[in-house]
């Protein structure tokens, strides 16, 4: 049936993966009802420090497997054992990993204790409303209200009944809303501030809170370089940043070859229109205390989502957020000319150079050729470019080129193969990538510059 048509019944599953294990929900009337409580509870929960996952992620899955049908809503058929639902949740409700291997759809969330990460949780399940009430509601608002979120207008409209603390904040908010003074009124969203801050501190003294990531040093780049800094490992990154989001991948042996075939299915459609990218850096990260490895390696775990197609499946993305833990950032612009595809080419990554091939090798010569770099011509006149499809096209006039070397002449042939080039170009890719306006996130950076004795392909 697929993402854009569920299945509601027997075959369809939803499923709640967390470190401890997987939570799996028929998608039955019963099994919805099941699947909501879990994600209330969840929420209700979000600070209590019994509930310290580090992630957070949802599935939809697609499964004839009847394995799954035992395995699934254990809540409800082991009652007397597991209900009412609590924290912590009962390990015999979870199931192993496995029945991931049919999921179709995924959010990949972390498990920080903040009101974005509510947010980032509520708005995914469509259809179903998950509501933030209790200690949670309570304190991601003061949270907010502590940072200086100005919850004024809600206040004064009435729309805060279930606040715990709405009268405290009320009889400020009605002061600001009569004060005309500036001073007083800056002085009023202090203490509206402290008010929040010091409830927290008094009433809240144990919730769990976000993690800092441990400062570490900073691994600068340089070319070739400062590899033996970088660790393998699970808790080690390799991250491929776009407009999109962050794919992540773990130093593992598995890990390093997901990243290095995403970098060469990206560098393979680098002239794609949908691959509309303004910007493609990459990163190393580490992070100790676990909450990455449920976002990393996503295309290799669930092969129900295929990974060959392009553009890469949203599923596989996570939030940017995860570059707190990042070490090391190469910025590369993604600017759809030769030269890019040479500084792409030439960054060296865990010891390899990526190969440039296909319609990316193709192009990019013929642009090289078209504006007039001539350092093609020794080859296409002695045995080709490698990988090239166009030799035959170019080797008369190469050889002419050749024969001419040195002579004024020589820029003749030269200009004559510009020409070519640019006819090709028109005539087999019309309709490739064209430049953007480029992400404010890589606005002034400073591309690393490819070793010079690599310049051409074949060279």
């Known amino acids: 049936m697929g993402v854009d048509n569920p299945i509601n019944g027997d075959g369809g599953y939803n499923a709640i993966e967390i470190d401890k294990g997987v939570l799996l929900f028929s998608r039955s009337k019963e099994g919805f009802k099941l699947f909501h409580d879990t994600m209330e509870l969840f929420m209700d929960n979000l600070y209590n420090p019994l509930c310290n996952n580090t992630y957070f992620n949802l599935h939809y899955i697609e499964s004839g497997d009847p394995v799954l049908r035992e395995k699934c809503d254990i809540a409800l058929k082991f009652p007397e054992k597991h209900l009412p ?157 776009t407009d999109e989001g962050v794919l992540l991948f773990s130093r593992t042996k598995e890990g390093k070859e997901l990243f290095q075939n995403h970098l060469e299915k990206y560098l393979d459609n680098f002239f794609n229109p949908a691959c509309d990218n303004t910007y493609f850096n990459l990163h190393y990260l580490e992070c100790d205390n676990g909450s990455l490895r449920g976002r990393s390696d996503l295309a290799g775990k669930f092969p129900a989502i295929p990974q060959s197609e392009f553009p890469v499946n949203q599923c596989f993305f996570v939030d940017s957020e995860v570059l707190k833990y990042s070490l090391q950032e190469v910025k590369f612009s993604w600017k759809p000319d030769s030269d890019q595809v040479n500084k792409l080419e030439n960054h060296l990554l865990d010891g390899d150079f990526l190969p440039i091939r296909g319609d990316t090798s193709n192009i990019s010569v013929l642009q090289e050729i078209a504006t007039g770099k001539n350092h093609y011509v020794h080859n296409l006149a002695l045995h080709g470019v490698g990988g090239f499809k166009y030799n035959a096209d170019f080797k008369e006039l190469a050889d002419i080129a050749m024969s001419y070397s040195g002579h004024t002449h020589e820029y003749k042939v030269i200009n004559a193969m510009r020409e070519k080039a640019k006819e090709i170009l028109n005539r087999d890719y019309p309709n490739i990538r064209k430049e953007q306006e480029q992400s404010i996130r890589n606005k002034n950076h400073i591309s690393p510059t490819p070793p010079a004795q690599k310049k051409g392909r074949g060279l």
């Open 85 to 241: 639902l609590k924290i912590p949740i009962d390990d015999e409700c979870f199931t192993d990993i496995s029945v991931l291997k049919g999921s179709l759809d995924m959010k990949i969330n972390g498990w920080e204790p903040t009101p974005d990460q509510i947010q980032k949780i509520t708005d995914y399940v469509v259809g179903v409303h998950i509501p933030v009430h209790g200690d949670t509601f309570n304190v991601s608002c003061l949270q907010e209200i502590a940072k200086g979120i100005s919850y004024n207008r809600v206040l004064l409209g009435g729309s805060m009944s279930d606040f715990k603390y709405e009268s405290e904040f009320l009889e400020l908010a009605q002061k600001m809303e009569k004060c005309s003074d500036g001073i007083e009124a800056k002085t009023l969203a202090q203490d509206m501030k402290t008010l929040a801050s010091d409830i927290l501190k008094k009433d809240y003294p144990d919730i769990r809170t976000e993690q800092t990531p441990a400062l570490k040093g900073q691994i600068p780049y340089e070319y070739g370089k400062n590899e033996h800094l970088k660790k393998d490992g699970l808790d080690s990154f390799n991250a491929i940043e």
